[in-house]
């Protein structure tokens, strides 16, 4: 869902804006630490592979297909601070290049679907783990955990800044109810993508998923000797 | 949950639109849109006098009416909240055509559906005129810091590979008798994904030794200058300029 023109009023389009520039500048500076001068070629391709990852429609029931928003992915895959700057990256394009979401409404658009997606994600993929043991299905388990809660938070601060800068009088409980009820459907669609795909890139590039880099042992190439004659 | 991105916007052509520097056009579209989202939506004439200007614009730039209305389809999630708007709204209510419907749903529904088809049409005229490239060194000469100029130029080149990629094992699933029917084939699209993130990654990092070895050190070398002359920024604020006379008015006139 990318917000488009005119749908929050211009002065709350500002303060979003406001809020998206600086978590920017701020996981600029993160992600410098997260990959120094790797920067821009690494999270040029993340961003690449967010932007394909959006393109892959999943079937969600009776011919209606949904896709990632890879915020939370993308966070546990690289890192909240280089997610946050493909995550900006990949909607200012889709607005820039696609038409895809309001230039007046980029700053709301970061803010949703950039910077709580990952903050909530990440924040809450980290938290699982220090309660789970450090077991691959374990940090399935809390990537799946963080990408559900991540989806219907984006929807409930989209909520608040509608109820703050919303341009039609639909009585905010209406609003509520409807985006959180039907995020939290798209949200079991994105936690049951994300946490197989971070599986998956655990099964074979455990050093590769950020957020559970030392967690487990990278695994180990084994040749068996040969039993018998001829194998 | 937005149409895929399956193909660009831009429209290869020598029109007067197309040969303004990228700059100049993003400060226009960004002013007009301004423009737009601040006018009070009870001016219906004021956005009539914006689409005339945005056709005016389409007009110039040669690209063709039909190929303008066919992209704003992007929006459609959104038209159809607004068009529930009437039904769910509060305030008081008014009989139209022969429905019961909320004055202030109808209002908020007419403000969402003009000031964001008018947004979008915005957009497809500025993606349309302007390559994708020079996009981004108009972005760049706007002063948005380098690192992220850098991060959306690899993700433009490598866009297409990896979209390459996402293609090609699709059509390897599907060669193998592959379908996604409904949500138990999930497993099987994530491991694609996981892949995917994978392949891009590490082509990230081949990416990255080429540069090194190239001699980068952080930043790119410096790519073609695209200055504007005080021609240009007149000519591109034209739209603005009749856009933001068109607000003041609206907000004046009662």
Redesign the interface.
Known sequence: ???????I??PV?VAAGVVAAGG??VA?RG?RRELD?????????????V???????????AGTS???LGGTLAAI??GPYTAV??M???L??????????????LGVNITIMGLVTVAVGYGVFRLLLRVLPATRPAVTGAAFGAALVSVPAAAAVFTLIYAIGG?????IG?VAGAMIGVHVLIGI?EA??T???????LA??PD?VHGARGLLRKPELRTRAASGAGA | MGAGHAHRLYLPGASPVHRLPPQCKLVAVLVFVAAVVATPRERIWAFAGYALLLAAVAAVARVPYGVVLRRTLIELPFVVFALLMPFVASGERVTWLGLSVSEAGLWGAWNILAKGTLGVVASILLAATTEPRLLLLGVERLRMPQPIVQIAAFMLRYADVVAGELRRMRIARASRGFEARDVRDAGVLARSLGALFLRSYERGERVHLAMVSRGYDGRMPAWHAVGATAAQWTAAAALPAAAALIAAAAWIIP
């Open positions: 869902m990318h917000v488009p023109d005119g749908f009023n211009a389009s920017v500048a600029l992600a001068d790797r920067t821009a070629p690494l999270a040029g391709l993340t961003a690449a592979f932007f394909a990852a959006q393109m892959l429609n999943f079937p969600v029931a949904g896709h990632l895959l690289v700057l493909c900006a990256v990949v200012g394009m889709q607005a820039l290049l696609f038409a895809d979401g309001g230039l007046s409404a341009t039609a009088e639909v009585p209406t669609g049951l993508i946490s197989l795909t971070v599986s998956s890139v074979v590039r590769l």
